[in-house]
């Protein structure tokens, strides 16, 4: 009787699902870059087949110039290329993300399976903002729906990265834990896309009339400010390490001048 009830409390820890367990973490970086290549591979593929000139249509329409019928789908190729861009900087992110981190969670592949599920929204945002030119009563929607999916799938990653945070000395290096040199960079680079994609939902809201400037602007803007927020992190990490490193010397200094003085100086 007593080793049956062991028999059976040992099958009862196996198929408990705790979310802290350990994960297979080059297991879900394959998983994570699969699912990028795919959702970039689709953009081109509607490119490929949605906006491309026909021959005939070339030589009647555009006097044989490609280059006249392909600046016809100008918003079409613009649409791509933020799309695209959008897709390359949430994989550099992921990438930086799963650099830093030491040993996945089950948490944590739950979490960026979510991300990557809006991930996959992408190619449906590009879809939506292409059409700007043909159908411009649509322009407000397409926009919020991508700022949406834009907002879900990044939100998930800083997710990842909070979670990350709860148990950071099993999970995280050294160096990109609280308080460590990458740590500031890290929590301003994944709250970046979740900050600016919510900032633009809200002001295609009040300012509706300009929401296809505020939406190109900021598939413009966020390349820039990943650069922008590099450097500004690494002149506040050296400015903070010079000014401690001067509060320290003038410690030293006046260790130093109380050690050279004699007792009753020292005393008065």
């Known amino acids: 009787g007593q080793r049956g009830e062991e028999e059976e409390h040992h099958s009862l820890e ?7 367990e350990p994960l297979s973490k080059e297991r879900v970086e394959a998983f994570s870059d699969g ?12 490119i490929c087949e949605d906006n491309v000139p026909d021959p005939g249509e070339v030589e009647e329409k555009f006097h044989g110039s490609l280059l006249e019928a392909l600046s016809e789908y100008g918003p079409n190729y613009l649409a791509y290329f933020g799309s695209f861009v959008t897709i390359g900087l ?3 992110v992921h ?19 979510l991300s990557l599920a809006f991930i996959g929204g992408l190619p449906l945002a590009y879809q939506l903002t292409s059409e700007f030119a043909e159908k411009s009563h649509n322009e407000i929607e397409a926009i919020q729906v991508s700022c949406v ?18 148990n950071e000395e099993e999970t995280l290096h050294a160096f990109a834990r609280y308080g460590g040199k990458e740590h500031a960079f890290m929590f301003a680079k994944l709250a970046l896309y979740p900050c600016v994609s919510l900032g633009a939902f809200f002001l295609t809201c009040l300012l509706s009339e300009f929401s296809t400037a505020i ?39 006046l260790e130093e001048e109380e050690a050279c003085l004699s007792p009753n100086e020292t005393l008065s």
Request: charged share 10%; glycine share 2%; no cysteine.
């Open 14 to 20: 196996t198929f408990t699902f705790y979310l802290s």
């Open 35 to 46: 699912v990028y290549a795919i959702v970039a591979t689709l953009l081109i593929l509607d």
């Open 90 to 92: 949430l994989w550099f």
């Open 95 to 113: 990438h930086s993300l799963f650099l830093y981190v030491t040993k996945a969670t089950r948490l944590m592949g739950l979490l960026n399976i």
């Open 149 to 166: 999916i834009t907002f879900f799938a990044s939100i998930f990653q800083f997710a990842i990265w909070t979670t990350a945070l709860l």
């Open 215 to 253: 939406f190109h602007l900021m598939q413009i803007v966020i390349p820039f400010a990943f650069l922008a927020l590099r450097i500004f992190v690494r002149i506040s990490l050296t400015a903070i390490k010079s000014v401690m490193s001067l509060s320290r010397r003038k410690v030293v200094l």
